[in-house]
């Protein structure tokens, strides 16, 4: 089976930015759709974005210009690029196989004030 290894988490200061990595673990990557969820302290899991084999992407409103997703098929890694980074944006971020369902193991992402 397919393991997705999230990186690029940290703590920065609002406005900051960050660069997460979804890697998994070998191909056809480039088949499915993937997507990038996060979960605060307290909240339920949420989809971020998401971005298809074709590379068309989907954002929820509240990252929508903030956030941006892309994927490098040859590397077999999806990427969420993170700017103007704020309070809120705190929490363990996730990619995620959509079609397989796959779950990678997180990455904490902490931003202060």
């Known amino acids: 089976q397919v393991q997705l290894v999230e990186s690029g988490g940290g703590l920065v200061q609002a406005g900051g930015s960050l660069r997460l990595s979804c890697a998994a673990s070998?191909?056809?990557?480039?088949?499915?759709?993937m997507g990038w969820y996060r979960q605060a302290p307290g909240k339920q899991r949420e989809l971020v974005a998401t971005?298809?084999?074709?590379?068309?992407?989907y954002y929820v409103d509240s990252v929508k210009g903030r956030f941006t997703i892309s994927r490098d098929n040859a590397k077999n890694t999806v990427y969420l690029q993170i700017d103007s980074l704020k309070p809120e944006d705190t929490a363990i971020y996730y990619c995620?196989?959509?079609?397989?369902?796959?779950w990678g193991q997180g990455t904490q992402v902490t931003v202060s004030s």
């Open positions: 971005i298809t084999s074709g590379g068309s992407t």
């Open positions: 070998r191909g056809p990557f480039f088949i499915n759709a």
């Open positions: 995620r196989d959509i079609v397989v369902g796959t």
